[in-house]
């Protein structure tokens, strides 16, 4: 269904963390055949927000979402550059104290002829009180890790640039887009422990809540379209969601 019509169906105070990818109101053709993808295996379903009203729709959402998260509660939530300055003003008018700015950086982005090549997302961490605001500095590393170079690991993976790859589907059917295991699974070891419960109102391809059941996280979410619906829960039953080429290495 449609997450501002489920999010009146939770209890206020109930979500622990919120990670999500909400529409970007750019135009996305969804079965363009960038990326390495063949369009034809793209699912169908894919809704685009109106620019004029990316606004309101953000507002709307994260007014739910400001309900619904417990005072030591915080958000994760993606943007392209385009629009970022709704994000920026919704997240500032609900009332959302922002943490970090972060970069994500990865490995490529469409070719242009009369701009620079746009090869990141913008991730703003946010949450409801920074005076209760979970966090676990060494959910990954401890002080005195060390990459082979003798580098502080434990620094270096909490910079705000973050340089991860995107990941390549596998299989016949697949959305137009989904966040990197890695990417989801930085964030809840961050900010979540086992047993916390996590909201992605856009589900999409169920990534998200694929990345906390393989984290012992409870999940929760929405998807408007059926197609995308059936494709995560299918992952999600049967373990498809399993790398391929070899788990990615958790710390």
Not at 216 to 242: P, V
């Amino acid at each position: 269904m449609d997450c501002l019509e489920g999010m009146r169906l939770i209890a206020s105070g109930s979500i622990d963390l919120v990670i999500t990818d909400p529409p970007f109101a750019i135009d996305f053709k969804a079965k363009r055949s960038n990326y390495n993808r063949t369009s034809s295996r793209v699912l169908n379903g894919y809704n685009e927000i109106p620019k004029q009203h990316y606004y309101t729709f953000s507002y709307q959402w994260m007014k739910q979402v400001m309900r619904l998260l417990k005072p030591s509660g915080s958000m994760y939530v993606f943007s392209g550059w385009t629009n970022l300055k709704d994000v920026l003003n919704a997240l500032d008018d609900v009332g959302f104290v922002t943490v970090n700015h972060i970069i994500w950086k990865y490995q490529f982005g469409v070719y242009t002829r009369r701009r620079y090549v746009t090869s990141h997302y913008h991730c703003l961490y946010v949450c409801k009180d920074d005076s209760k605001r979970r966090f676990y500095p060494f959910g990954r590393f401890d002080a005195k890790d060390r990459d082979a170079n003798g580098r502080s690991l434990h620094y270096r993976d909490k910079e705000d640039v973050w340089t991860i790859n995107r990941e390549y589907w596998n299989g016949d059917a697949k959305t137009p887009t989904k966040l990197p295991y890695e990417i989801i699974a930085k964030m809840l070891m961050y900010s979540s422990l086992p047993g916390d419960l996590v909201l992605d109102p856009f589900m999409g391809s169920g990534q998200v809540a694929i990345v906390c059941k393989m984290l012992k996280r409870h999940f929760l979410g929405f998807e408007i379209a059926k197609d995308y619906c059936e494709f995560a829960l299918r992952r999600l039953k049967t373990g498809s969601y399993r790398i391929k080429h070899g788990q990615p290495a958790l710390p």
